[in-house]
């Protein structure tokens, strides 16, 4: 192993950028298409990965839609969430950071309950056995309706001491942020956190929306805010939270080529940038791989890898005590490395 995947290796990591139905590894899909009897219009595992074959976001999310048609039933969720707490696990990560959609379950007659029950006891069971945090941010899909939304929302009202956050995610284009200005403003009154994906494949003016009329406590994506200066130094200032996902902007084409991406740019301005897998199952890798290649394309030193690490906590929801916690076991592998 090279000392820079050593170093990944070793650093504890928390992570603020996962979709949990983008974990659903193909094997899996498979598996619970069987047990469930839900017809794929795949007949293999090898015929899911080559229908992996992104030029954009919404060519993702056609399929990304699709294979969660076989979660159904409260221990589909489990399963699902429990892989993917292994993988990160593997990865040393200690505090998540987890979106769900709901609405890609409720549209289906899926019950909320069903997913939020699934889910949460993998989450109990990964702070029981490793001691791992969490926490749960509930997406709208922003391709719906406001008014779906706040039926959403209201269906969440049942579940609510089990969520922390709301979040907008799926079409960007043509759905900006101020669409959702008021269910994110009901969300701030229930004390919920709010985050949204922007500048993803949309313009800065998506980001300053999200700042500005949705009151986000953090940036999911951010890419396209390097396009303007003055909302650049806005992020800086307000040491505004990214949550970048190098692996996932390669394959849907944000950057050609990964030795394209900006993330060791984004350092570099000063901008508060951590390191996500977005939907591994998807996107050809977890946290330390995205974090690995991310490193070898673009040339982060040590150091810029360290940031990322500490960024991850610091961008986290997790209270000021815990942080402190977590970076301190920061420092503590950073002496080991120089003994
Ligand atoms: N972007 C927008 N919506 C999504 C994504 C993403 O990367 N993954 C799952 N839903
Ligand atoms: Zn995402």
Redesign the pocket.
């Known amino acids: 192993m090279s000392a820079l995947h050593d170093l990944i290796a070793r650093l504890p990591k928390a992570e603020l950028h996962l979709?949990i139905?983008?974990s659903l590894e193909p094997e899996l899909m498979m598996a619970l298409a069987q047990r469930n009897g839900i017809e794929l219009p795949f007949k293999t595992v090898e015929e899911i990965g080559a229908a992996y074959d992104f030029s954009n976001?919404q060519d993702?999310?056609d399929i990304?839609y699709l294979g969660m048609n076989v979660l159904q039933t409260e221990q589909d969720f489990f399963d699902l969430a429990w892989a993917y707490l292994e993988r990160a696990h593997a990865d040393n990560v200690r505090h998540v950071e987890i979106f769900f959609?709901p609405q890609g379950h409720t549209e289906r007659e899926i019950p909320f309950a069903t997913v939020i029950d699934g889910l949460t006891r993998a989450l109990e069971q990964a702070e029981t056995r490793w001691g791992m945090s969490s926490q749960l941010i509930m997406c709208f899909l922003r391709h719906l309706s406001e008014e779906a939304a706040f039926e959403t929302l209201e269906q969440a009202m049942a579940h609510i001491e089990r969520i922390d956050g709301v979040g907008l995610?799926?079409s960007?284009m043509g759905h900006p942020p101020s669409k959702f200005e008021r269910v994110f403003a009901r969300a701030g009154e229930l004390g919920l956190k709010r985050v949204a994906?922007a500048g993803?494949e949309g313009p800065p003016q998506y980001v300053y929306e999200a700042l500005d009329l949705l009151h986000i406590d953090r940036v999911d994506h951010g890419n396209r805010a390097l396009e303007d200066e003055a909302l650049v130094k806005r992020l800086v200032d307000s040491k505004m939270a990214l949550t970048v996902?190098p692996l996932?902007n390669l394959r849907?084409c944000g950057v050609e080529r990964l030795e394209d991406h900006p993330m060791k740019r984004m350092l570099e301005l000063g901008l508060v940038a951590t390191c996500n897998s977005?939907?591994p199952a998807y996107f050809g890798g977890y946290v330390n791989e995205n974090y690995v290649r991310t490193a070898e394309a673009v040339g982060l030193t040590a150091a810029e890898i360290i940031t990322l690490a500490r960024n991850s906590f610091i961008g986290s929801f997790l209270p000021q005590a815990e942080i402190a916690r977590h970076l301190a076991d920061i420092d503590a592998v950073i002496a080991s490395e120089l003994a």
């Open positions: 979709h139905e983008g976001l993702f999310l990304y959609d995610d799926s960007e994906h993803e996902c996932s849907l977005d939907d």
